[in-house]
């Protein structure tokens, strides 16, 4: 079935090979995670990694690139997980080819290269493939007989297979405004044999048809319009390529199989399932759902935990539970009770691994945290089934359809049950889901529990306003192309002229004192706010002795090549041109570049000490401390801490030079630099290490920091805490700050000392002996209160009224306790065998105690202890309760006591008249 010629890794492998000899770069996939983009839960194609560029925002040292990019379609707009495992085509992850031109090629050439990698080297009949192109319903905007013709013109290529589709098929938008363009697919003709329609009235099997006898093969996108408003565009100066070819679709094409599943890709993960279930392969096509879920889900989940994302309550973390718990639950339908998702996944790991090397490295964490989850899974999964289907038989019985919201939510909540599942078992019964409930009912609950939003604002709206600004002072010659010069690792202190000030999103001329303003000049040293570590704070002043001084305290890059100082106008009157000095704040630097060395040496402890799967999932480097999370699943024992924090100090001590060096990002990472998951990296990467000759921490860091490790000084850390699910965070503090950290805690050892008069290094048996002579003491008051309460209760009990034939006491021992007034209501019982008593204390923070007791025959006469207490608690603002022959109240206010006690006659009186 699976021909050896075309192998799954091997069509991967041309396509890259093709591109790369018509001179494209290979850019690696970006991980799943979008560096720097706030709006996207997942890499859902090829081009994210490149939208910057055609937005204009951001450049790359090539102009033509070739990728094969890891893409997950598992929630919001494409979303595809309801149909994954029902059919053979769908899935949550999958691998897109791509090449793009950055206003390099065009139509011409995306067009010849397409067709000469399917027919020459892939070999595909010439007859069976189709062309689309654009043509617009609302004959707005003009057709693309550009591309038509170049179809026309490849050799053997059958004129009579253009065809022309409208705005749905064949233009592409990345939003509502910005870049656009025409589209151009190659689809494929698999033979009549494969239409699944034949039998449906007025099918019309042809391209676009519906049916699976035509496959889109591959989308070719000719960005050549900037929209500026929904009717206008407007031709773009530099024209884009951005092509797409989903790889499990050509290689199923390519091995001549009608799924997807049956390529090499995912057969093998199929296999490893039918080892684990004992099925043949009937049994196995029989429930084949099952099989294609596990396949699909696991191998989504193996890439997501190798791209750092673990099982969790919210977001990707969520996403990356639900499909494990699906793929779970799909396993038990089919008899595989323990885990076994390492299993599948061990096999994704070998058939992707060589080219996605990030799944060999991750393979332990992956493994584990798979198994992990499959575990808190099923011991919460039958209970939660459970109770699903006693919702789903109740609702049947009313007769109803639809499970509300808030109880799939609470399935969730409580049980653990993924909407998902919860959405799969009612389907199974023939119910659906009130998903927007669920929603809503998930939003409740995450405002409550103040988890704040899952994803904040994109920001940068004034993008535009800087574009603008920047273009201005290029045609002015006042900056260059590459704008403002920024080299925040050499320069601390620059001087410049004031290109341009800006105050509430309008450029000024001049400032005064007090003023706000974000300030630009020609270079600067001042770092701009990236990978965990702060922005610079500092002065920019006027280059004509004292004349103006701007305290900057935030540094921005509102858009490439614009660098912008925030601060405000201490004394003078900045102006536009004028020379200017901008210096950053030295001391305060020197304090980041501590800590930010000191981050990386403290992840590769915790790698060495922990395990490899302890990887960065966030960083604060600060002046004041630095702020590490990482991925492990439970607390770090303070054993582990403290041989953390000594090798760190140790590794300080050795003094060891940092290696900066520049390389490209595959070199890099194959010198075994860590890159981080969620981070963006261009072509070239600024790579550091540490260590010599052995080489201790080699990460990709564009951070600043010190020359050699002994300028941390020390390291000290101070907390150790869980982050999120599966994440725990590390606090710390080095040079300045921990030296004043250990100054206090000096201090407060010495006035403890001073105090307890002792030296410090006694001071723990010191304190230990007065705790000891403490509780002797307490001991010793008790005693003596109990003999002074048990003087006083002696006193009183003479005092006993007789009403009718009850004995009535109510009075308040001072100094007493609950249990001994307990001891003394047994005392009175056995004296007064017909009895009623009330015993009062005031306790040491001033608010009164009581206890009431009846004895039994009082109680078969309808007395209640109980109700006693309710009522002369209520006297002292308090409540209470108990059994019908002894109860216990507390009050508020201890002034009544002597009232509320004259009470309990009154009462008793009262009862015996009832
Ligand atoms: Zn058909
Ligand atoms: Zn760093």
């Given at each position: 079935m699976?021909?050896?010629?075309y192998?799954?890794?091997r069509?991967?492998?041309e396509?890259?090979?093709?591109?790369s000899?018509?001179?494209?770069?290979?850019?690696?996939?970006?991980?799943?995670?979008?560096?720097?983009?706030?709006?996207?839960?997942?890499?859902?194609?090829g081009?994210?990694?490149?939208?910057?560029?055609?937005?204009?925002?951001?450049?790359?040292?090539?102009?033509?690139?070739?990728n094969?990019?890891?893409?997950?379609?598992?929630?919001?707009?494409?979303?595809?997980?309801?149909?994954?495992?029902?059919?053979?085509?769908h899935?949550?992850?999958?691998?897109?080819l791509?090449?793009?031109?950055?206003?390099?090629?065009y139509?011409?050439?995306?067009i010849t290269?397409a067709?000469?990698l399917?027919?020459?080297?892939?070999?595909?009949?010439?007859?069976?493939?189709?062309?689309?192109?654009?043509?617009?319903?609302?004959?707005e905007?003009p057709?693309?007989?550009?591309a038509?013709?170049?179809w026309?013109?490849?050799?053997?290529?059958?004129?009579?297979?253009?065809?022309?589709?409208?705005r749905?098929?064949?233009?592409?938008?990345?939003?509502?405004?910005g870049?656009?363009?025409?589209?151009?697919?190659?689809?494929?003709?698999?033979?009549?044999?494969?239409?699944?329609?034949?039998?449906i009235?007025?099918h019309?099997?042809?391209?676009?048809?519906?049916c699976?006898?035509f496959?889109?093969?591959?989308?070719?996108?000719?960005?050549?319009?900037?929209?500026?408003?929904p009717?206008?565009?407007?031709?773009?100066?530099?024209?884009?390529?951005?092509?797409g070819?989903?790889?499990e679709?050509i290689?199923?094409?390519?091995?001549?199989?009608?799924?997807?599943?049956?390529?090499?890709?995912?057969?093998?993960?199929l296999?490893?399932?039918?080892?684990?279930?004992q099925?043949?392969d009937?049994?196995?096509?029989?429930?084949?759902?099952p099989y294609?879920?596990?396949?699909?889900?696991?191998?989504?989940a193996t890439?997501?935990?190798a791209?750092?994302?673990?099982?969790?309550n919210?977001g990707r973390?969520?996403?990356?539970?639900?499909?494990?718990?699906?793929?779970?639950?799909?396993?038990?339908?089919?008899?595989?009770?323990?885990?076994?998702?390492?299993t599948?996944?061990e096999?994704?790991?070998?058939?992707?691994?060589?080219?996605?090397?990030e799944?060999?490295?991750?393979?332990?964490a992956?493994?584990?945290?798979?198994?992990?989850?499959?575990?808190?899974?099923?011991?919460?999964?039958?209970?939660?089934v459970a109770?699903?289907?006693?919702?789903l038989?109740?609702?049947?019985?009313?007769d109803k359809?639809?499970l509300?919201g808030?109880?799939?939510?609470?399935?969730?909540?409580?049980?653990?049950?993924?909407?998902?599942?919860?959405?799969?078992?009612?389907?199974?019964?023939?119910?659906?889901?009130?998903?927007t409930?669920?929603?809503e009912?998930?939003?409740?609950?995450?405002?409550?529990s103040?988890?704040?939003?899952?994803?904040?604002?994109?920001?940068?709206?004034?993008?535009e306003?800087?574009?603008?600004?920047?273009?201005d002072?290029?045609m002015?010659r006042?900056?260059?192309?590459?704008?403002?010069?920024?080299?925040p690792?050499?320069?601390?202190?620059?001087?410049?002229?004031?290109?341009?000030?800006v105050?509430?999103?309008?450029?000024?001329?001049?400032?005064?004192?007090?003023?706000?303003?974000?300030?630009?000049?020609?270079?600067?040293?001042f770092?701009?706010?990236?990978?965990?570590?702060?922005?610079?704070?500092?002065?920019i002043?006027?280059d004509?002795?004292?004349?103006?001084?701007?305290?900057?305290?935030?540094?921005?890059?509102?858009?490439a090549?614009?660098?912008?100082?925030?601060?405000?106008?201490?004394?003078?009157?900045?102006?536009t041109?004028?020379?200017?000095?901008?210096?950053?704040?030295h001391?305060?630097r020197?304090?980041?570049?501590?800590?930010?060395?000191a981050?990386?040496?403290?992840?590769?402890e915790l790698?060495?000490v922990?395990?490899?799967?302890a990887?960065?999932?966030?960083?604060?480097?600060?002046?004041?401390?630095?702020?590490f999370?990482?991925?492990?699943?439970?607390?770090?024992?303070?054993?582990?801490?403290e041989?953390?924090?000594?090798?760190?100090n140790k590794?300080i001590?050795g003094?060891y030079?940092?290696?900066?060096?520049?390389?490209?990002?595959?070199q890099?990472i194959?010198?075994?630099?860590?890159a981080l998951?969620?981070?963006?990296?261009?072509?070239t990467?600024?790579?550091?290490?540490?260590?010599?000759?052995?080489?201790f921490?080699?990460?990709?860091?564009?951070?600043?920091?010190?020359?050699?490790?002994?300028?941390?000084?020390l390291?000290?850390?101070t907390?150790?805490?869980?982050?999120?699910?599966?994440?725990?965070?590390?606090?710390?503090?080095?040079?300045?700050?921990?030296?004043?950290?250990?100054?206090?805690?000096?201090?407060i050892l010495?006035r403890?000392?001073n105090?307890?008069?002792?030296s410090?290094?006694d001071?723990?048996s010191?304190?230990?002996?007065?705790?000891?002579?403490?509780?002797?003491?307490r001991?010793?008051?008790?005693?003596?209160r109990?003999?002074q309460?048990?003087?006083?209760?002696?006193?009183?009990?003479?005092?006993t009224?007789?009403?009718?034939?009850v004995a009535?006491?109510?009075?308040?021992?001072?100094?007493?306790?609950s249990?001994?007034?307990?001891?003394?209501?047994d005392q009175?019982?056995q004296?007064y065998?017909t009895?009623?008593i009330?015993?009062?204390?005031v306790?040491s923070?001033?608010?009164p105690?009581l206890?009431?007791?009846?004895?039994?025959?009082?109680?078969?006469?309808?007395?209640?202890?109980?109700?006693?207490v309710?009522?002369v608690?209520?006297?002292?603002?308090?409540?209470g309760?108990?059994?019908?022959?002894?109860?216990?109240?507390?009050g508020?206010?201890?002034?009544?006591?002597?009232?509320?006690?004259?009470?309990v006659s009154?009462?008793v009186?009262?009862?015996?008249?009832?």
């Amino acid at each position: 079935m699976t021909s050896e010629k075309y192998s799954g890794e091997r069509i991967r492998q041309e396509f890259i090979e093709f591109f790369s000899e018509h001179r494209h770069t290979f850019v690696p996939s970006s991980p799943l995670v979008p560096g720097g983009d706030q709006t996207l839960l997942f890499t859902n194609a090829g081009m994210v990694q490149f939208k910057d560029v055609f937005l204009g925002t951001d450049k790359r040292p090539y102009t033509r690139a070739a990728n094969s990019q890891k893409c997950m379609r598992v929630a919001g707009k494409h979303n595809d997980l309801e149909d994954v495992g029902q059919d053979n085509t769908h899935h949550t992850f999958f691998e897109m080819l791509g090449n793009w031109s950055f206003g390099d090629y065009y139509k011409k050439e995306a067009i010849t290269w397409a067709w000469q990698l399917l027919t020459e080297v892939w070999s595909l009949p010439r007859e069976n493939l189709w062309a689309t192109c654009f043509k617009d319903e609302k004959g707005e905007i003009p057709s693309d007989e550009e591309a038509a013709n170049e179809w026309k013109s490849q050799p053997g290529f059958n004129p009579a297979h253009v065809m022309y589709f409208g705005r749905k098929d064949n233009f592409w938008e990345m939003a509502e405004l910005g870049p656009c363009g025409p589209c151009s697919e190659v689809h494929f003709d698999r033979g009549l044999k494969y239409c699944d329609m034949k039998q449906i009235p007025g099918h019309t099997c042809q391209v676009n048809g519906d049916c699976k006898r035509f496959l889109e093969l591959w989308n070719l996108v000719f960005i050549q319009y900037n929209r500026l408003s929904p009717t206008v565009l407007e031709p773009l100066p530099a024209k884009h390529v951005d092509t797409g070819m989903g790889l499990e679709r050509i290689v199923s094409v390519l091995q001549d199989t009608d799924s997807n599943y049956k390529t090499d890709l995912l057969f093998p993960l199929l296999r490893a399932t039918q080892v684990l279930t004992q099925h043949n392969d009937v049994e196995m096509e029989i429930n084949l759902t099952p099989y294609r879920v596990i396949a699909d889900h696991t191998r989504a989940a193996t890439f997501l935990i190798a791209d750092g994302v673990v099982p969790g309550n919210v977001g990707r973390n969520y996403i990356c539970r639900m499909i494990i718990r699906r793929a779970s639950r799909f396993g038990t339908n089919i008899g595989l009770h323990d885990p076994f998702l390492a299993t599948i996944a061990e096999k994704v790991i070998e058939t992707y691994g060589g080219f996605y090397p990030e799944l060999l490295k991750n393979r332990a964490a992956i493994l584990s945290n798979l198994t992990r989850e499959e575990e808190r899974f099923t011991q919460t999964v039958e209970s939660g089934v459970a109770k699903l289907e006693n919702l789903l038989v109740k609702l049947q019985i009313g007769d109803k359809k639809i499970l509300p919201g808030e109880q799939s939510f609470d399935l969730y909540a409580t049980y653990g049950l993924p909407l998902e599942i919860t959405r799969d078992i009612s389907r199974e019964r023939g119910m659906e889901v009130d998903e927007t409930g669920f929603r809503e009912a998930m939003e409740k609950h995450r405002l409550a529990s103040g988890a704040g939003e899952a994803f904040g604002s994109q920001g940068g709206e004034d993008a535009e306003f800087y574009k603008d600004l920047l273009a201005d002072l290029e045609m002015g010659r006042q900056l260059g192309q590459e704008g403002v010069q920024y080299n925040p690792y050499e320069w601390i202190e620059v001087q410049g002229t004031v290109l341009a000030m800006v105050s509430q999103g309008e450029t000024i001329i001049e400032a005064k004192p007090g003023d706000w303003v974000e300030v630009l000049i020609p270079r600067t040293g001042f770092y701009v706010e990236s990978g965990g570590q702060v922005a610079d704070n500092g002065v920019i002043l006027g280059d004509h002795g004292e004349t103006w001084e701007i305290h900057i305290t935030d540094v921005r890059k509102p858009v490439a090549g614009a660098i912008i100082h925030i601060g405000q106008v201490v004394h003078g009157h900045p102006k536009t041109g004028e020379p200017a000095i901008a210096r950053v704040d030295h001391q305060r630097r020197m304090d980041i570049m501590r800590n930010h060395t000191a981050t990386h040496l403290l992840h590769a402890e915790l790698r060495e000490v922990l395990g490899d799967h302890a990887r960065q999932a966030g960083s604060l480097v600060a002046s004041t401390h630095l702020r590490f999370d990482f991925t492990h699943p439970q607390a770090v024992t303070p054993r582990q801490l403290e041989a953390i924090e000594a090798s760190v100090n140790k590794r300080i001590l050795g003094n060891y030079d940092l290696t900066i060096q520049y390389k490209p990002l595959q070199q890099a990472i194959s010198d075994g630099a860590t890159a981080l998951f969620g981070e963006k990296y261009g072509e070239t990467v600024r790579n550091i290490t540490i260590g010599e000759p052995e080489i201790f921490s080699n990460e990709l860091c564009g951070g600043t920091h010190v020359n050699s490790t002994g300028d941390i000084g020390l390291f000290l850390i101070t907390s150790e805490g869980s982050a999120a699910a599966g994440i725990r965070r590390i606090e710390a503090v080095t040079g300045t700050a921990a030296y004043e950290l250990v100054q206090k805690r000096f201090k407060i050892l010495k006035r403890s000392s001073n105090l307890l008069e002792t030296s410090p290094e006694d001071l723990p048996s010191r304190a230990e002996q007065i705790l000891d002579e403490l509780a002797e003491v307490r001991k010793t008051i008790t005693e003596l209160r109990r003999s002074q309460a048990r003087v006083i209760f002696h006193e009183k009990i003479g005092e006993t009224k007789l009403i009718h034939d009850v004995a009535v006491m109510a009075a308040e021992i001072p100094g007493a306790d609950s249990d001994i007034l307990r001891l003394f209501t047994d005392q009175f019982r056995q004296r007064y065998p017909t009895g009623v008593i009330v015993l009062a204390t005031v306790n040491s923070d001033g608010k009164p105690s009581l206890i009431a007791a009846i004895s039994e025959d009082l109680v078969n006469r309808g007395f209640n202890a109980g109700e006693l207490v309710k009522h002369v608690a209520a006297l002292l603002g308090g409540g209470g309760g108990g059994r019908p022959t002894i109860a216990q109240a507390g009050g508020k206010d201890a002034s009544n006591l002597v009232e509320a006690l004259a009470s309990v006659s009154v009462w008793v009186s009262e009862h015996l008249n009832k």
